[in-house]
């Protein structure tokens, strides 16, 4: 029961997100700042998943098969989390145009 919780939290979130970055389309830092935006997506989706991947693989004792598919399965799910979230205008509302 949890999983379809979780997972259907997972789905509207990137649902709701994907609405609203279509409606929105705030490809103002993206277009001015390509290779910054490149740089956050990169960092925003490595970082995380490296730490807790390493940290999973340990505990959880897992193969090096399973670290790999969580690696690459937590690295595409904050990239693409960071580029909805750029695309609705959540960081130009919180961050400003800068």
Not at 71 to 97: A, D, P, R
Request: hydrophobic content about 55%.
């Amino acid at each position: 029961m949890l999983d379809y919780v979780l997972y259907g939290g997972l789905f509207l979130t990137i649902l709701v997100l994907g609405m609203f970055s279509f409606y929105v389309q705030d490809y103002d830092f993206i277009v001015q700042h390509p290779g910054a935006f490149f740089g956050e997506l990169i960092a925003v989706g490595l970082l995380p998943a490296l730490l807790m991947v390493f940290v999973f693989s340990i505990t959880r004792k897992l193969s090096p098969n399973e670290t790999v598919v969580w690696f690459f399965t937590v690295f595409l799910k904050l990239m693409i989390l960071h580029l909805l979230l750029q695309l609705s205008g959540c960081y130009s509302y919180m961050f400003g145009n800068r």
